[in-house]
């Protein structure tokens, strides 16, 4: 039987996080529960007033308050059952629910992006949390897969979003924002006009804190998904799931410390684009980008970076150290 990888990212609301699944690399196993190293249990501290997975639940002061939501395309070679058979081995005292997400809500509207890895309608996924989750959950936040969170992940959950605001994430207003759309947009006062008035800067949609009652009161979803038509017809923009963001929600965003999300991780060493940590605190990091720590650990050439992804992969048959030092501290301490 072969087995997929399966991860993307989470959600986290009160007592609840989310977590995509989708195929990284395949394995030949008989029984998937071999593949994996069993976690450690994480319990509540004695001020709890109740009751990607593991860095979240290592640094988190109330681990049992966490609840994950996963979420599998129907496509993926690891069915539900598969995924909820290798989680419980793993985390045995983890709370988590499992939903299935059907790639044809979005088969007819994703266009081709710069990055084929971008056309994957899973990464599209994050758009339609309101309609797969149980419309009791109001407030979640969402972390893509290629994150680990070196901080407690309730200081994120307590920031609040003011005002009307639906999603809170870091803000880049250096960032180029012309670079998200193409010339036959910002050419066109149709298009551009959504921006009027606003100050628009870039965020990456890999980790959101979102209110999604806000969300299905402005039927958010079905917004994005009134761009994605028209990029399907007009082009433009090159960029994947991450523009049709920022038509909807650019300039109206809730700043979160860009300690929350050191993105750009993802630069690749064979082309001499190896990425550091950017100066301040760190409280996630993110390995957005093509290159993924996991691959590069595997295939013997990481960035230096890639030794922080090491102590938090429970893969067993991984050849690389995770207790490697570097820069004067050791990785497994994070």
């Known amino acids: ?58 640094h988190g002061s109330c681990p049992q308050n966490v609840f994950f939501h996963f979420i ?6 690891v069915v539900p059952t598969q995924l909820t058979r290798i989680v419980k081995s793993v985390f045995q005292s983890l709370s988590f629910k499992v939903y299935v997400f059907q790639k044809k809500l979005v088969s007819d509207l994703v266009s081709s992006s710069i990055r084929q890895a971008l056309d994957n309608p899973l990464n599209y996924a994050r758009i339609y949390l309101a309609d797969l989750l149980e419309t009791c959950i109001q407030k979640v936040i969402y972390l893509d897969s290629d994150t680990i969170v070196v901080d407690d992940i309730q200081k994120l959950w307590n920031i609040n979003l003011t005002g009307s605001r639906t999603i809170g994430a870091p803000e880049y207003c250096n960032a180029n924002f012309d670079k998200y759309f193409t010339s036959d947009f910002w050419s066109s006062p149709g298009f551009s006009k959504v921006f009027e008035g606003k100050r628009a800067c870039y965020f990456n949609t890999g980790v959101m804190v979102m209110d999604l009652g806000r969300w299905r009161q402005g039927d958010y979803t079905r917004e994005i998904e009134k761009w994605m038509r028209v990029q399907k017809d007009k082009r433009i923009y090159e960029l994947g799931s991450l523009p049709p963001f920022l038509l909807v929600f650019g300039g109206d965003i809730e700043a979160i410390d860009h300690r929350w999300n050191q993105h750009g991780l993802g630069g690749d060493n064979l082309v001499n684009s190896c990425r550091t940590l950017h100066p301040g605190p760190v409280s996630l990091l993110h390995w957005s980008g093509k290159g993924k720590p996991w691959v590069r650990l595997d295939a013997k050439r990481p960035c230096s970076i890639d030794f922080l992804w090491a102590p938090y992969d429970l893969y067993k048959f ?17």
């Open 318 to 334: 991984h050849r690389y150290s995770r207790h490697r030092q570097l820069d004067g501290f050791r990785f497994d301490s994070l």
């Open 1 to 58: 039987m072969f087995l997929s990888r399966s991860v993307l990212g989470f959600i986290f609301l009160s007592s609840l996080l989310l977590f995509p699944a989708n195929s990284i690399r395949l394995f030949k196993a008989e029984d998937e529960s071999d593949l994996f190293m069993e976690a450690p249990v994480y319990q509540n501290g004695p001020h709890c007033p109740v009751l990607a997975i593991h860095s979240v639940v290592k």
């Open 72 to 77: 599998a395309s129907d496509s993926s070679l």
